[in-house]
């Protein structure tokens, strides 16, 4: 089955006012740009995004903060966005923090099948407030709830026409926990190629979770923040 798309705008193109949607990426690592691009373009409102964290002020998740398109937000980090910070304090947009480790066993159970689990994390902080605590061998845990959404928009370094992906290093992140945790999983790659190049053993997202691939037409792959030593004098 060819699940190509001629275009990041075609790939976007079913997702409508009020949808939740999951975006993979770490920071600006592994975040599928071109995709978020595309959703801009688009200008839907009223989104309920699931991200690790928002992206920073100009690129990324902040390009759909910045067009007003997001209602709430489900994260984990957001020390990058000046934007974001202003808005909660205002009481502009709706964002609940979750433990990162947390997050991502949310995501990975809801596309488990898992309705819920407990963990130990954010037991006795404000994580627990309204949360269901109960103890395990002398240990108190919280109950969190698995995550889904209506789409997955995931970066993968290369795919084939069927929608294996195979994810590069540290780029792999969220993405793959998201493939499987939604209704419709749109994946963009920087390498497109055809079925049978891809070692069935290299496979990390196999092609039943994604729905739609599209070659990503450029890639600026930005660092959140260049750190260096100082020369010797």
Same mark, same amino acid.
């Given at each position: 089955?060819?699940?190509?798309?001629?275009?990041?705008?075609?790939a976007?193109a079913e997702?409508?006012?009020? +949808?939740?949607?999951m975006?993979?990426?770490?920071?600006?690592?592994?975040?599928?740009e071109?995709?978020?691009?595309?959703?801009?373009?688009?200008?839907?409102?009223?989104l309920?995004?699931? +991200?690790?964290?928002?992206?920073?002020?100009?690129?990324?998740?902040?390009l759909m903060?910045?067009?007003?398109?997001?209602?709430?937000?489900?994260? +984990?980090?957001?020390?990058?966005?000046?934007?974001?910070?202003?808005?909660?304090?205002?009481?502009?947009?709706?964002?609940?923090?979750?433990?990162?480790?947390?997050?991502?066993?949310?995501?990975?159970?809801?596309?488990?099948?898992?309705?819920?689990?407990?963990?130990?994390?954010?037991?006795?902080?404000?994580?627990?407030?309204?949360?269901?605590?109960?103890?395990?061998?002398g240990?108190?845990?919280?109950?969190?709830?698995?995550?889904?959404?209506?789409?997955?928009?995931i970066?993968a370094w290369?795919?084939?026409?069927?929608?294996?992906?195979?994810?590069?290093?540290?780029?792999?992140?969220?993405?793959?926990m998201m493939?499987?945790?939604?209704?419709?999983t749109?994946?963009?790659?920087?390498?497109? /190629?055809?079925?049978?190049?891809?070692? +069935?053993?290299? /496979?990390?997202?196999?092609?039943?979770?994604?729905k739609?691939?599209?070659?990503?037409?450029?890639?600026?792959?930005?660092?959140?923040?260049?750190? /260096?030593?100082?020369?010797?004098?």
């Amino acid at each position: 089955m060819n699940k190509v798309v001629l275009n990041a705008d075609e790939a976007v193109a079913e997702i409508r006012d009020g +949808s939740t949607i999951m975006l993979g990426g770490f920071g600006l690592c592994g975040i599928p740009e071109n995709l978020i691009a595309a959703l801009v373009r688009r200008g839907v409102k009223n989104l309920q995004t699931i +991200s690790n964290n928002m992206g920073v002020d100009g690129f990324g998740m902040g390009l759909m903060l910045e067009a007003g398109m997001i209602a709430s937000h489900v994260g +984990s980090y957001v020390g990058e966005n000046k934007l974001l910070e202003s808005m909660v304090i205002a009481g502009q947009l709706k964002v609940t923090l979750v433990p990162q480790g947390t997050l991502a066993e949310r995501i990975r159970a809801g596309g488990a099948g898992i309705p819920a689990f407990y963990t130990p994390t954010g037991v006795g902080t404000v994580v627990a407030e309204g949360k269901e605590v109960r103890e395990f061998d002398g240990r108190l845990y919280l109950m969190e709830r698995g995550l889904t959404a209506d789409f997955a928009l995931i970066k993968a370094w290369r795919g084939d026409r069927m929608g294996n992906l195979v994810y590069r290093k540290t780029a792999r992140n969220f993405n793959p926990m998201m493939a499987a945790a939604a209704k419709i999983t749109i994946a963009e790659v920087e390498e497109l /190629v055809e079925p049978g190049e891809i070692d +069935s053993d290299q /496979v990390m997202t196999p092609g039943i979770y994604v729905k739609r691939i599209v070659q990503g037409a450029q890639f600026e792959k930005r660092i959140e923040r260049r750190t /260096v030593r100082r020369r010797a004098a």
